[in-house]
C-alpha cells in the first residue's frame, strides 16, 4: 500500500511546486517586465514589493466566483480545472534527475504531446462556456494556432527522437552526459563520451538540432499562448480572450495553467535538447568537474536552473517583441517552420545512419 | 476483486456511461465535450489492454485532432442550422422510428451473439501461438516493434493511407481556394 502512497507524495509535491513557481513566476514577470520598460513594478508591498503576490492571491480568493447568466454552466465551471489537469499531466513523465521520474514511460514524449493537447479542448470549453464574443473569438484563435503549432513542434522533436532511438524521455536525458552508456560525439566528429558537460548535450551532436531547438522554442512559446503569441488574449482586441469572464479562484486556475505551461514546455526543451538533468560542466583532464557534479540532487539543480532560465527567455521575448498578427503567425508557422523541421528530420534520419 | 479489475470496470462503466449521454443529450456542445470523456474512457480501456501506444494515439488522434476539428465544425456553422439539428420534436417512440428500432435491435442480437459464441478466451488461432511461442513479452519494447514491422513488412499499406490523407488534404485546399481569383 505504501507503493500507492509514494504515488500520492509525488503528485502532492509536484502541485506544490507548480503552484510555488507561479508565485514567483508572476513576481518575476512582473520585475523582469519594469526592468525591460524602465519602471520599478511592484514597490508598495513588503520589501521591494515581494508580498505583492501574496496580497493578490488574497484578493483572489476573496472575489465571488460570477457566473454570467447566459453561460453554460456546466462548460463554464468545469473548464479552468480541464485546462490545468491537461498541463498538470504532463509532468508526470518527466525526469528530474537520474533515477527520479514520477512514471518511468516507455513512450514518455509521446505521452507528454497527447496530454497537452487536452488544454486546447478546455480553451474551446472556456470560450463557448462563457458565451461572449471575446471568448470565443479567443478560445478560436487559440486552437488554431496550438494546432498550427503543433507540426513544426512535433517535427522538431521527432528530429531529436530519430538521433536519440527512444520516446523514454529518462534514456533520452541518460544519452546526453557521462552515464550515457552509447557513444556520443561532438558535432559527429569528436568522442566525449567521457567529457560530458555541456560538450554532450543533445543541441551539440548534430548541427541541424540547433536548428530543431530554436524552432522547438518557437513553438513552444505559441503553445502556450505567450507573446509575440498572445492573440488569443490579445488585450488591445479581445479584453482578455477566453478567460474574459472569469473572477476569483477560477482565474487563478487559468493563470496557474499558463504559468505552468510555461514551465512544462521549457522543461520539454531541456530534456530534449539542453541536456536534461546533466551538469554542463565537462570533465578536464583530472578535473572531473561532470563526474562530480552529476547526481539526484545535482539533477534537480541543473534541470532547475536550464529550465529556469528558458522561462526567463521566455519573459524577456514576451516584454521585446511586438505580437505577430493572425495571418503572419500562421505564414511562419506554414511557410518557414514547418519546412525547415521537416528539413531537420530528414537530416536526422542522414545523420543517424551515416554519422553516428 | 484485484485492483485492475475494479479499474477495468470503472473505465467500462465512464465510457459507457458518457456515450450514453453523448447520445441521449439534447445539447449539441455538451454532448461533444462528453465525448471527450468516452475518448478518455476507452484509452483507459486500451491501457489496461496493455495497449499503451494505442491508447495515446487515441489522444492524440481524437481529443487533439478530431474532437478540436467537430469543435471547429460546430462554432463556424450558422446559428440557424444549428437550432434545427437541436430541437428535436419527435417523441422517442413513433412509427417514424420503427426502422431505427428495427436495425437497433438486429445489431442487437448480432453482437450478442458474437460475444456468447466466440469465447475470447480460447480462440484456436491464439492458443496455438501461445503453444509455438509466437508471442511478444510485455517488457515496454511494443512501440519499437511496431515501428519496425510499420517501415518493413506492412509499408505498403502505410504508404497507401499517406497517400489518401494527401488526397483529402489537396481537396481540401482546392475546394478552400478563392473562386474566379486567379483565371484567365
Known amino acids: 500500500?505504501?507503493?500507492?502512497?509514494?504515488?500520492?507524495?509525488?503528485?502532492?509535491?509536484?502541485?506544490?511546486?507548480?503552484?510555488?513557481?507561479?508565485?514567483?513566476?508572476?513576481?518575476a514577470e512582473r520585475k523582469v517586465s519594469a526592468f525591460i520598460q524602465n519602471r520599478l513594478g511592484p514597490m508598495e508591498t513588503g520589501k521591494y514589493g515581494t508580498l505583492q503576490v501574496l496580497a493578490d492571491m488574497m484578493k483572489m480568493a476573496q472575489k465571488e466566483i460570477i457566473i454570467p447568466a447566459a453561460a453554460d454552466k456546466i462548460l463554464f465551471v468545469s473548464a479552468p480545472v480541464i485546462i490545468f489537469i491537461g498541463v498538470y499531466l504532463g509532468f508526470v513523465a518527466l525526469p528530474?534527475?537520474?533515477?527520479?521520474?514520477?512514471?518511468?514511460?516507455?513512450?514518455?514524449?509521446?505521452?507528454?504531446?497527447?496530454i497537452i493537447s487536452i488544454e486546447t479542448l478546455g480553451i474551446l470549453m472556456a470560450g463557448w462556456g462563457s458565451n461572449n464574443k471575446y471568448s470565443i473569438l479567443g478560445a478560436m484563435r487559440s486552437a488554431a494556432q496550438i494546432i498550427s503549432y503543433e507540426i513544426p513542434a512535433g517535427f522538431s522533436i521527432i528530429a531529436v527522437v530519430m538521433v536519440a532511438q527512444t520516446l523514454n524521455l529518462q534514456d533520452i536525458a541518460m544519452q546526453q552526459g557521462v552515464l550515457s552508456v552509447e557513444q556520443v560525439k561532438f558535432f559527429g566528429f569528436w568522442d566525449v563520451t567521457h567529457i560530458g558537460g555541456i560538450l554532450s548535450w543533445n543541441v551539440f551532436k548534430a548541427p541541424h538540432l540547433l536548428v530543431a531547438f530554436v524552432i522547438y522554442f518557437i513553438a513552444s512559446l505559441a503553445e502556450s499562448n505567450r507573446a509575440p503569441f498572445d492573440i488569443p488574449e490579445a488585450e488591445s482586441e479581445l479584453v482578455a480572450g477566453?478567460?474574459?469572464?472569469?473572477?476569483?479562484?477560477?482565474?487563478?486556475?487559468?493563470?496557474?495553467?499558463?504559468?505552468s505551461?510555461?514551465?512544462?514546455?521549457?522543461?520539454?526543451?531541456?530534456?530534449?535538447?539542453?541536456?536534461?538533468?546533466?551538469?554542463?560542466?565537462?570533465?578536464?583532464?583530472?578535473?572531473?568537474?561532470?563526474?562530480?557534479?552529476?547526481?539526484?540532487?545535482?539533477?534537480?539543480?541543473?534541470?532547475?536552473?536550464?529550465?529556469?532560465?528558458?522561462?526567463?527567455?521566455?519573459?524577456?521575448?514576451?516584454?521585446?517583441?511586438?505580437?505577430?498578427?493572425?495571418?503572419?503567425?500562421?505564414?511562419?508557422?506554414?511557410?518557414?517552420?514547418?519546412?525547415?523541421?521537416?528539413?531537420?528530420?530528414?537530416?536526422?534520419?542522414?545523420?543517424?545512419?551515416?554519422?553516428? | 476483486m484485484s485492483m485492475i479489475k475494479i479499474l477495468f470496470y470503472l473505465m467500462a462503466f465512464i465510457t459507457l456511461g458518457s456515450a450514453l449521454v453523448v447520445a441521449a443529450g439534447k445539447n449539441l456542445v455538451r454532448s461533444i465535450f462528453m465525448f471527450f470523456v468516452t475518448l478518455f474512457g476507452l484509452a483507459g480501456l486500451y491501457v489496461l489492454a496493455l495497449a499503451d501506444f494505442v491508447a495515446v494515439t487515441q489522444i492524440v488522434i481524437y481529443v487533439g485532432g478530431i474532437l478540436v476539428l467537430i469543435l471547429f465544425a460546430f462554432m463556424l456553422s450558422g446559428k440557424e442550422a444549428l437550432d434545427k439539428v437541436e430541437v428535436q420534436k419527435n417523441k422517442f417512440i413513433s412509427l417514424s422510428n420503427a426502422p431505427a428500432f428495427f436495425l437497433a435491435g438486429l445489431f442487437a442480437v448480432i453482437m450478442l451473439n458474437v460475444i456468447f459464441k466466440a469465447h475470447v478466451d480460447q480462440l484456436p488461432w491464439v492458443i496455438e501461438s501461445v503453444k509455438a511461442g509466437n508471442t511478444m513479452p510485455i517488457d515496454g519494447t511494443g512501440i519499437n516493434k511496431i515501428g519496425v514491422n510499420l517501415m518493413t513488412r506492412y509499408l505498403l499499406p502505410f504508404e497507401v493511407i499517406s497517400i489518401l490523407l494527401m488526397v483529402a488534404l489537396v481537396g481540401a485546399a482546392h475546394l478552400s481556394r478563392r473562386e474566379g481569383a486567379n483565371q484567365v
Not at chain 1, 583532464?285 to 526567463?312: E, H, N, R, Y
Open chain 1, 242 to 259: 477566453f478567460h474574459t469572464e472569469f473572477t476569483g479562484l477560477q482565474f487563478a486556475l487559468v493563470f496557474l495553467a499558463e504559468y
Open chain 1, 96 to 114: 528530474w534527475g537520474p533515477g527520479l521520474i514520477p512514471a518511468n514511460i516507455n513512450i514518455g514524449l509521446y505521452y507528454v504531446f497527447a
Open chain 1, 261 to 356: 505551461m510555461m514551465f512544462l514546455v521549457s522543461m520539454i526543451g531541456v530534456i530534449l535538447f539542453l541536456g536534461a538533468w546533466n551538469t554542463p560542466l565537462p570533465n578536464i583532464g583530472a578535473a572531473k568537474l561532470a563526474d562530480w557534479t552529476t547526481g539526484a540532487g545535482w539533477g534537480i539543480l541543473w534541470i532547475l536552473i536550464k529550465s529556469l532560465g528558458l522561462v526567463g527567455m521566455q519573459m524577456w521575448i514576451r516584454w521585446t517583441l511586438p505580437r505577430l498578427r493572425v495571418d503572419q503567425l500562421m505564414n511562419l508557422s506554414w511557410k518557414v517552420l514547418t519546412p525547415l523541421a521537416f528539413l531537420c528530420m530528414l537530416i536526422s534520419g542522414i545523420w543517424r545512419l551515416w554519422v553516428m
Open chain 1, 1 to 27: 500500500m505504501s507503493f500507492y502512497l509514494t504515488y500520492f507524495i509525488v503528485a502532492a509535491g509536484l502541485f506544490g511546486f507548480v503552484a510555488l513557481f507561479t508565485m514567483f513566476g508572476v513576481y
